[in-house]
């Protein structure tokens, strides 16, 4: 046991310092304290950049639709200019949206609609007059059928679901499904990056000493198995020290804003300042479980290549498995308690992503969770045990990539 603890520390101090793990971490505190000016920044360009005034023609043939045309983009589009030609004044009109530069023509002859725009590309624009166009027509249609605008208004009225789960007192549990799938989608986000950075790490690591041939000579002072666990402790180690630092970056910079009399952060930021302690920890278990299921099989594959630019093509087929998760937990936002949710988060390929985001956006029974953690705890201990066969046996393997039965047939012997 102290020889894995001396080759993790040894694995931990020569990455530590090394120019993409420190690059990766200072991109990632810009990252958080990005999100927490970015509402700022965003004002800034929206007041930089604010759209211009509708400026458009129109030709009225059903002679009822402009007046409600006019209205609605008084309403709506303040400083629109829209002026009304009659019928076959259209040449005309089509080199006047030329000469000044209008937005286009609009042409209505009920129930047929077109728009002659001047910059067919500029969505932004023609999709505010599809908006005023439709909103005009609704108008026109109800003075049809005889309706009020207060009518209208009650037609068109919608209703403000507010959810509350029975059992809650006093509305106590009722829950904001929106600001949870947000924190759920970025923590479950950087689990998914966190899986896939250090799992390929620890697969590049291993190909990198076997090509090297220093894997002969470690392998004559110590054990593969303590080789592999070495590796995988190290590179975790490194994975959490990378999270506690931006973890501190959201800390402080959320007591910067206060004392800086900004306010609390905002967005995202907000999200992970207000993150409570017990779902820290739940977060940090699934990502320790997680990332040792997953970086025992990335040893493995890496045990089983001779050069480092083979590890790819095992790499891709783990991530698969990684990606797999990610969209089973991202499906499961829908019904966090429905059957494929349920079924994916006892699955141990799966659970550290999606068992995580049911413990945040529902409440799963307490045997759910329970049975999670235990069948990925097996799947750690099973995948490790297998892993470690083959890491045993691929670390002197060069020349020809082994093929899985002749993997078989050496585990067998």
Do not use: C, H
């Not at 000579?217 to 020290?241: R, T, W």
């Not at 050069?307 to 937990?329: C, H, K, P, W, Y």
């Amino acid at each position: 046991m102290r020889m894995i603890f001396v080759l993790a520390r040894r694995d931990f101090m020569s990455r530590v310092k090394s120019g993409p793990y420190i690059i990766t971490t200072l991109l990632g505190m810009l990252v958080f304290i990005g999100l927490s000016f970015a509402p700022l920044l965003l004002d800034y360009f929206a007041s930089a950049f604010d759209e211009q005034p509708l400026d458009f023609i129109v030709v009225d043939y059903s002679g009822e639709f402009f007046p409600f045309l006019a209205e609605v983009v008084a309403e709506n589009e303040p400083g629109g200019v829209i002026e009304e030609i009659q019928p076959g004044g259209e040449s005309e009109a089509f080199q006047r949206v030329i000469d000044e530069g209008k937005l286009g023509l609009l042409l209505v002859d009920l129930p047929e609609i077109a728009f002659a725009a001047l910059d067919g590309s500029n969505y932004v624009s023609i999709s505010r007059v599809e908006n005023i166009v439709n909103q005009s027509l609704t108008r026109l249609n109800a003075q049809k059928m005889g309706l009020s605008p207060a009518q209208l208004n009650a037609l068109f009225a919608r209703a403000e679901l507010q959810v509350r789960e029975i059992g809650s007192q006093d509305g106590a549990d009722e829950r904001d499904f929106t600001t949870g799938a947000v924190l759920a989608y970025f923590m479950i986000f950087m689990i998914y990056m966190a899986l896939i950075l250090y799992g390929n790490m620890v697969a590049s690591g291993v190909a990198e000493e076997k090509s090297s041939r220093i894997m002969e000579v470690m392998i004559a002072k110590v054990k593969p198995m303590e080789l592999m666990f070495g590796k995988i402790l190290g590179v975790g180690a490194l994975g959490l020290l990378q999270f506690s630092i931006w973890i501190a970056t959201v800390l402080t910079v959320t007591v910067l804003r206060s004392a800086m009399g900004l306010g609390p952060a905002a967005g995202g930021l907000a999200l992970l300042s207000g993150v409570p302690p017990s779902l820290l920890a739940w977060f940090v278990l699934f990502f320790i479980l997680g990332f040792f299921f997953y970086a025992s099989i990335f040893a493995a594959g890496g045990a089983v290549v001779s050069r480092v630019e083979d590890v790819n093509q095992i790499s891709t087929l783990v991530m698969m498995l990684i990606m797999a998760g990610f969209f089973a937990a991202f499906v499961s936002f829908t019904n966090p308690n429905g059957q494929l949710a349920v079924i994916t988060s006892l699955v141990p390929f799966t659970s550290p992503m999606v068992m995580f985001a049911r413990l945040i956006l529902a409440d799963p029974p307490a045997v759910e969770i329970a049975a999670s953690l235990v069948l990925l705890l097996a799947g750690v201990l099973g995948g490790a045990w297998f892993s470690g066969k083959i890491y045993r046996i691929g670390v002197l393997l060069y020349g020809k990539r082994p093929t899985v039965r002749e993997i078989a047939r050496y585990m067998r012997g």
